[in-house]
């Protein structure tokens, strides 16, 4: 763990020691010196970060596989952007504290993502997502908000809503075996 840290350290912008990222290979990025990632971060597998401009990164962020987040970009015009010829740039990116991010989600430059959020995996994110809601689709819409806690629970507490959310699965598995939907 030492020496992943140490590489962390080394390509990474800003992260806590103390507190590392887990990031899982592959990882791609075009710098790495612009990403500031904060503690308990988790990256699955495949993660791709284009960081031509900032890309700041909670606490407790969880990356699903294949996520893609892209602060670069090209202007829209064709004889402006010009093949390889022409201008590229990028717009800063910031992901809050406690954001779940689905799988194969695209988040486009620019785009800040409140803390306490969920992106729906498969979404592309292309506007400001406000904290607490959960959002998914192709333009990401809103799907819901989320009530803000007031911190993370106790191990207890955490233990609690896990078997709480489990019965919920468990029971929602059921009804739709049983070819009921509510």
Same mark, same amino acid.
């Given at each position: 763990m030492e020496s992943r840290t140490r590489v962390l350290t080394q390509l990474l912008g800003g992260l806590n020691?103390?507190?590392?990222?887990?990031?899982e290979p592959p990882f791609r990025c075009d710098y790495g010196y612009n990403i500031t990632v904060g503690s308990d971060v988790y990256m699955n597998f495949n993660c791709c970060i284009l960081d031509c401009n900032r890309v700041t990164i909670g606490n407790r962020v969880l990356f699903a596989p294949n996520v893609q987040v892209y602060a670069a970009t090209? %202007?829209?015009?064709?004889?402006?952007?010009?093949?390889?010829?022409? %201008?590229?740039?990028?717009? %800063?990116?910031?992901?809050?504290?406690?954001?779940w991010v689905g799988g194969g989600a695209i988040i486009l430059p620019g785009v800040s993502i409140g803390s306490g959020s969920v992106v729906g995996a498969?979404?592309?994110?292309?506007?400001?997502?406000?904290?607490?809601?959960?959002?998914?689709?192709?333009?990401?819409?809103?799907?819901?908000?989320?009530?803000?806690?007031?911190?993370?629970?106790?191990?207890?507490?955490?233990a609690a809503a896990a078997a709480e959310a489990e019965a919920e699965v468990a029971a929602k598995a059921a009804r739709v075996a049983n070819g009921s939907s509510s």
């Open positions: 020691a103390a507190s590392p990222p887990f990031i090209h %202007p829209l015009d064709g004889h402006v952007r010009n093949g390889t010829q022409g %201008p590229e740039y990028a717009l %800063p990116i910031s992901i809050g504290d406690d954001v498969g979404s592309v994110v292309t506007r400001n997502v406000e904290p607490y809601t959960v959002v998914a689709g192709n333009p990401a819409c809103l799907i819901r908000r989320l009530k803000p806690a007031p911190g993370p629970l106790k191990p207890a507490e955490a």
